[in-house]
């Protein structure tokens, strides 16, 4: 079966590090950064890329719309 | 297969949509508004309404929604909304209205306004934010306040005896003839985002082929009012607003036709 991989891509100075993509990603890919935004925020970004599979969830229940989802058969 | 690789558009699968400005929104951290939005905006684009659609903007945090949704928009007063909304669709009928409001504006100051779009079946698409408080003003008690919930005017939680009971407004809009199909859904999960869409679409055909008013109430955080982490307000949303909030249609069917659940 052809393996499913994932990317997400997070517009930085846009997130609010909320973390409802953190709950609602299914694979725990995405984690709160350490790091904050020019806002002061800790953005969310891909803590474990490998698991991504691309389902976008983390993209559907963001409320600010900061997250692209891609995905490829590799 | 490196990100860098995959990181194509042709890869694409979310995105932001066109009908979403490139501004970034002034709602706190986890606000259910930027869901409800960006489900609007992505209906807007893939159903072809960018040009013919008017939004009626409430009082309330959601006051800003020009700056966020490419379309044409029109504010009314406090709860007046359905109001300004029926004068566009008499006079426009071949445009998409919708009037997109909180529960402090359509339950409390609006109600009469609501009720009487409602039972007159004014062709358009009413959203209501339901986050069971006033979440602009500072958290304060609103109708759909639920029993023993904690707000800046009821700290000891709400007590029935004083402050009456809270308003399941969206069952009693399904009890007006002139609406078509009214439904509560929720935006806390993909799931339950997913499930909004497809239910807002419905409720945008059913507006477009003039069968009556479409009423979709999304059971919604307001996790700065409720002195919560936004993921700490949509587990609190799941277990104490949802079961008295039910998910799901209370209504199906075309202006004047009651349907048996009724």
Redesign the interface.
Same mark, same amino acid.
């Given at each position: 079966m052809a393996k499913v991989? #994932?990317?997400v @891509?997070v517009n930085i100075e846009?997130c609010? #590090?909320? #973390?409802?993509c @953190? @709950?609602?990603c299914p694979h725990d890919v995405l984690q709160l950064n350490k790091e904050v935004n020019s806002k002061g %925020?800790h953005y969310s970004y891909?803590a474990n890329?490998n698991a991504c599979v691309?389902?976008?969830?983390? #993209?559907?229940?963001?409320?600010?719309?900061c997250?692209? @989802? %891609?995905?490829?058969k590799? | 297969m490196e990100l860098k690789d995959l990181i194509k558009p042709e890869n694409l699968v979310y995105g932001k949509t066109k009908i979403l400005e490139d501004e970034p929104m002034h709602y706190c951290p986890g606000c259910s508004h930027g869901v409800v939005h960006k489900l609007l905006a992505e209906l807007i684009g893939e159903m072809g309404l960018q040009e013919k659609t008017i939004g009626i903007a409430p009082v309330g945090c959601a006051v800003f929604a020009y700056k966020y949704l490419d379309i044409d928009w029109q504010e009314a007063a406090h709860g007046r909304a359905p109001a300004v909304a029926t004068a566009l669709i008499r006079l426009k009928p071949d445009n998409f209205v919708f009037t997109y409001q909180g529960d402090g504006d359509l339950a409390s100051i609006g109600a009469a306004e609501i009720m009487h779009a409602c039972n007159r079946g004014e062709n358009i698409l009413v959203i209501f934010i339901n986050n069971g408080i006033y979440g602009m003003t500072g958290g304060q008690m609103a109708p759909t306040t639920i029993e023993g919930m904690v707000t800046s005017t009821t700290p000891g939680g709400r007590n029935v005896d004083l402050n009456g009971y809270p308003m399941k407004i969206t069952n009693l809009i399904a009890q007006l003839p002139g609406t078509s199909y009214v439904t509560r859904q929720a935006v806390h999960t993909a799931s339950a985002a997913r499930k909004c869409k497809r239910s807002i679409k419905k409720a945008i055909e059913n507006v477009l082929d003039k069968k009556g008013t479409s009423f979709v109430e999304v059971v919604s955080t307001c996790n700065s009012g409720w002195k919560m982490t936004p993921v700490g307000a949509n587990t609190w949303m799941e277990d104490n607003m949802i079961p008295y909030y039910p998910l799901g249609d209370l209504k199906d069917s075309v202006k004047g036709e009651n349907s048996s659940e009724n």
């Open positions: 991989q #994932g990317a @891509v846009e609010k #590090g909320c #973390g409802l @953190v @709950v609602a %925020y891909m890329p691309g389902c976008a969830h983390c #993209g559907v229940v963001c409320p600010d719309t997250i692209t @989802v %891609y995905r490829a590799v | -």
